[in-house]
C-alpha cells in the first residue's frame, strides 16, 4: 500500500512536498522497524529513535523540529497515536468473530432467556433463570452463575467465571480467567478458653457491573456481604486485581494490574490507580485522585491531585521524603562544621586569660 | 416484617418504651439505606451516619450515646455485627444448594472412591484414583489431579484444579480459579563458559491442607519440592494470594489478599498477614505475629505483635521512621538556630580585644 | 534401600569409615526428618540443624566441619542440593504421565495440525487452523485459540488459556490458569465538555514465547497492542505474574511471583526480578541487573548489580537509607551536646566583662 493510499484514512496529515512516495507493507515501534515499515512517534522519550529509525515512514507531532534519515518520510499528524491506532487494522489480521449460535457442547440450564444472536461457545455453563441480552458472547469454558444477568453486547472470555445472581450492563468486556462473585473475605474471629475461633460471615450480595466496563485477566471481584459491590460505567479494570466486598467504584475509574482495594471502601469519579497500589477498607477516595505505581493508601484521600509512597502521601510532599537522605548529608555536614567553630571559640576563651 | 417480630431472632436487644415498631422490609448500610431498611453500627468511623440515616431501624451497641433521626428505631444489642449477620438472611435469597448427584458430563476416571450424597458438576474432571468423601461438592469445570483425597464435605467451585496426590481435610472450601499443587519455582543456576544454564529441580512433592481451611479465588499454593506444603486447620486465605514450595502454616492464620509467601518459610499460630504483604523465604513467623498491610518481611519475626513496612519493622519503630521528615526539618530549624549563636559568639570575640 | 546402594546414584560421595550402612526409608528435611530419613544440607543457615536432625543420614557438605549425633551418617558430596536431588526419585512417586490419545471430549477445529505422539485432555479446545508440535501435551480444559503455534513437546497444564495467533517454542511448559495474549491495558482518555471520555485501542499483536520457557499457575502475558510480547528463550515466570503488552525479555531471565512488569518495558539477559517486584512502562532494564523483592523500579537500569527499594536504588545507597533512622539519632545528639556547649561559651563570655 502506498503512503499516499494510506494518509486519506488517518485524517489531517501533512508530508513535506517532493517528498518520496514509499510502499507501506507492516508497521512497527522505532526501534524495531524495518525498511517498509509504518512507525510513529507518541512518547517524546522515544524522540532520538526517529533520527536512527529503519522504518519508511514516521507520523510526527505537527511541532516535531527533529531530524530524520534521508529513507524515512515524516508526516506531520495532530495525534501520531491516533493516526498510528487508525492505520494499524490496515497491516494486522482481525480480532476473530463470533457467529450467532449455540456450541452442542454447552450446557444451558432451565429458564435461561437468550437476546438475539447470542454465541455460546464449546462447555460453557449457562445457570438456571440467567438471562443474556443480544449479542453476548460467551466463549468456551465460561461458567455463569444461576440468575446473573448479562446486558447486550457483553464479551466473556474463555474461562470468565461468575458466581449466581450478578449484573452485568451492556458492552461489559471480561478477559480470561476472571472470577466475579466469589465471597469476599469475612469471618468473626475471637479468643475463647478453647483457642481462636474463626466464624465465616455469609457473603449473601451480588457484584453490579455498569455499562461499558472492560476488566482484564484472572482478576476477582468479590460478591457483597449484602447489598451489592459495584462498579462504575467506564471503568476499566486490568489483570489479577483484586477487588474488596462492598467496594464502590465511580465511572470512569482506571485501575490498573494488580491493584488490592479493601473491603468497603468507595471510589468517586475518574479515579486512577496504577500498578500494584493497595488501598486499605471503609476509605474515601474523591473524584480525581491520581495514586501512583506501588503506593499504598491507608486513609481517606479527601483532595483530587497526585499521591505516591507507601503510607501515601501528596507527590509535593513525597519528594521531600525521598530527598531527605540528601537533607541528612547536608546536616551531617553542617554540624561538623558548626562543632569545628565551637572548637576554636572554646580555644579562643581558653586562651583568652593567659593573653 | 414487623421489626418486633425480628427482635426475637438476633437475641438480646432493647428498645427504647413507645418507640415505633416499623416495617422492615429490607438490609443495608447507614448511608445507603432508605425508608424501610434496617442497619448497623459496628464501626465507629461511621458514628455520625447515624445521625442522618434514613433507615427505620437501626443496631447500635448498648453503650451507643449519640442521637437518631425521628423516623429511626434504635435497637440497642450486645453485638450490632452478630445481631445484623442474624437478620440479614431473612432479607437475602439463600446460597445457591446443589443436590447429590454426577452431572452426566463429568468424568470421572478409574478406581474413584464417591462418599455418600457427593455433587459433581457439569465438565467436572475426576483423576483415576482420587478419593471423595461424604457431600463433597465439586462445581462445573472443576479438575481433580489423579490419587487426590477430599475429606468430607468439601467445596470446590468452579474453575478449581488440583494436581495429583494432594490431600484436603474436612470441610475445605476453594473458590473460583485457584489452583493446588502447581510446581513450584524451583531452579539450579549456574554460569558456564557457554553462559547461563538453568535446571529445573524436581517438585515431587504435595499440598495437604487440614479441616476447615477457606481459600479465596485465583489463588495459587505450590506443591513442595518434596514432602508437603502444608495449611494448617481453621486458616483462612483471600484471592490471589501465592503461597511457595514447603511453606507450612500454623492453624487460624489469616492470609489477606495479594500475599506472597516465599518457599520453605513457616508460620506459626494465629499468624496475620494483611493486604500484600511479602514474606521471604526460609524465615520462621513466630505465634501472634501480626504484619500490616504492604510490609515486606525479609527475617525472622521472633516476637509476637504487629509489624509494618518495608523491611518490616515494629510498628513502634516504623513510627519513628515515619516521623523522620519531621525529626529532620526540627533538625533543620536547630542547626540554623546554632549557626546564628556561633555568629554571634565570634562577632563578641572578635570585638573584644578592640574593648 | 541400604545407604551404599544409593552412593552409586549421586557421584562422588565420601563417608567416614566404620560409618553404620542404615537402610534409607524415606526424604526429609533436616528439622522434619525421622529415623529412616535422608536429609540435606544445602543453605549454611541451617547447619545447626545436622547437630540434632532423626535423620538416618546427611548429605553435607565436603568442607562441613560440624558434628552429627550417632544416629546419623554424614555423607560428604560436591553439592548436597544435587545429591539430593538425584537422591529424591528413589522415595518419591514419579510426575503423572499422559500417554498419546485425544480425549473423546476433546474439540478439535477444523485446520489443525497434530504432530505425532500429542495428547489432548478432556474438555480441551483446540481453535482453527492451530499446530501442535510432536509430543505436545494439552490437559484437560484448555483452551487454545485460533492460528495458535505450539513447538515440539510443549507441556500446558489443566485451564491454561491461550488467545489466538501467539506462538510457543519448543519445550515451553504453562501451569494451571495462565493466560497467555488477553489484550493489553491500553486507553485513550479524553476529557470533553460531556465529561472523561475512554477509548480503547485496539490490542492486535500477539505474544511469543522463545523455547525452554516455563511459567506458573494464574500467571497473565497480555498480547501486544501491535508486533509481539516476547519471552526470551530459558526464561522462567512465577506464579501470579503480570506482564504488559509489548514487553520483551531477554533470555535466562528470572521473575518471581507477583512481580508486574508495564508496558513496552525490554528487559535484557539473565536480568532477575525476585518476589512482587514492580517495573514502570517504557523502560530498558540491562543485562544482568538484579532487582530484590518488593521494589518499585520507575526508572531505567542502564548497570548491572543489585538494586532494592521504592524507588529502587543500588543496593548500596537504599542501606544508607535503611540506617537513616539511625544517622538521624546521631544527629540529634550531637545537636544536643552542640546547644550545650554554646550556652556554656555564651556564659563564659557573658561573665568575663566582669571579670
Redesign the interface.
Known amino acids: 500500500m502506498k503512503l499516499s493510499a494510506l494518509l486519506p484514512i488517518i485524517g489531517n496529515a501533512s508530508v513535506a512536498e517532493h517528498a518520496a512516495d514509499p510502499d507501506i507493507t507492516g508497521?512497527?515501534?522505532l526501534h524495531?522497524a524495518l525498511p517498509g515499515d509504518l512507525s510513529f512517534l507518541a512518547?517524546p522519550?522515544y524522540t532520538r529513535q526517529v533520527e536512527t529509525t529503519r522504518a519508511s515512514a514516521v507520523f510526527v507531532p505537527n511541532d516535531y523540529a527533529g531530524a530524520a534519515p534521508e529513507t524515512c518520510v515524516l508526516v506531520r499528524v495532530d495525534s501520531p497515536?491516533?493516526a498510528f491506532?487508525a492505520a494499524?487494522?490496515h497491516?494486522?489480521?482481525p480480532?476473530?468473530q463470533r457467529k450467532p449460535g449455540i456450541?452442542p457442547?454447552a450446557?444451558v440450564g432451565e429458564n435461561v432467556t437468550l437476546g438475539e444472536g447470542v454465541y455460546i461457545?464449546?462447555?460453557a455453563?449457562i445457570?438456571d433463570g440467567a438471562t443474556l441480552g443480544a449479542r453476548v458472547i460467551v466463549?468456551?469454558?465460561v461458567?455463569v452463575?444461576?440468575e446473573c444477568v448479562l446486558g447486550d453486547d457483553v464479551h466473556l472470555?474463555?474461562?470468565v467465571?461468575i458466581?449466581?445472581?450478578c449484573r452485568l450492563g451492556k458492552r461489559v468486556t471480561i478477559?480470561?480467567?476472571t472470577?466475579i462473585g466469589?465471597?469476599g473475605?469475612g469471618?468473626?474471629?475471637s479468643v475463647t478458653p478453647q483457642?481462636?475461633r474463626?466464624e465465616?460471615?455469609?457473603q449473601?450480595?451480588i457484584v453490579e457491573i455498569e455499562d461499558d466496563v472492560?476488566i482484564?485477566?484472572?482478576?476477582?471481584i468479590?460478591r457483597a456481604?449484602?447489598?451489592a459491590t459495584r462498579i462504575g460505567h467506564?471503568t476499566?479494570i486490568?489483570?489479577?486485581v483484586?477487588i474488596?466486598h462492598?467496594v464502590r467504584t465511580g465511572?470512569?475509574c482506571?485501575i490498573?494490574?494488580?491493584v488490592?482495594i479493601?473491603g468497603?471502601t468507595h471510589l468517586g469519579?475518574?479515579v486512577m490507580l496504577w500498578?500494584?497500589v493497595?488501598v486499605?477498607g471503609?476509605l474515601t477516595i474523591a473524584d480525581g485522585v491520581e495514586v501512583l505505581?506501588?503506593a499504598?493508601v491507608?486513609g481517606d484521600l479527601r483532595t483530587p491531585g497526585q499521591y505516591i509512597g507507601?503510607?501515601a502521601v501528596p507527590k509535593r510532599?513525597a519528594l521531600?521524603?525521598?530527598h531527605?537522605?540528601r537533607?541528612?548529608e547536608n546536616?551531617?555536614e553542617?554540624?561538623t562544621k558548626?562543632?569545628a567553630?565551637?572548637k576554636e571559640?572554646?580555644d579562643?576563651?581558653n586562651k583568652?586569660p593567659d593573653a
Open positions: 508497521i512497527a515501534s524495531d512518547n522519550k497515536d491516533k491506532a494499524v487494522p497491516f494486522t489480521l480480532p476473530i456450541h457442547t450446557v461457545g464449546p462447555y455453563v445457570g466463549e468456551a469454558h461458567v452463575g444461576e472470555y474463555p474461562m467465571s458466581r449466581e445472581r478477559h480470561n480467567g472470577v466469589a465471597d473475605y469471618y468473626a474471629t483457642g481462636i474463626i465465616k460471615i455469609p449473601l450480595g472492560e482484564g485477566a484472572n482478576t476477582t468479590d456481604r449484602f447489598g467506564d476499566k486490568d489483570n489479577l483484586q474488596g462492598n465511572p470512569c482506571g490498573v494490574s494488580q488490592g479493601a468497603s469519579t475518574g500498578g500494584k493497595g486499605a471503609h505505581a506501588n499504598g491507608p507507601s503510607p510532599e521531600r521524603i525521598f531527605m537522605p537533607a541528612v546536616l551531617k553542617e554540624v558548626l562543632k567553630q565551637i571559640l572554646q579562643r576563651l583568652e
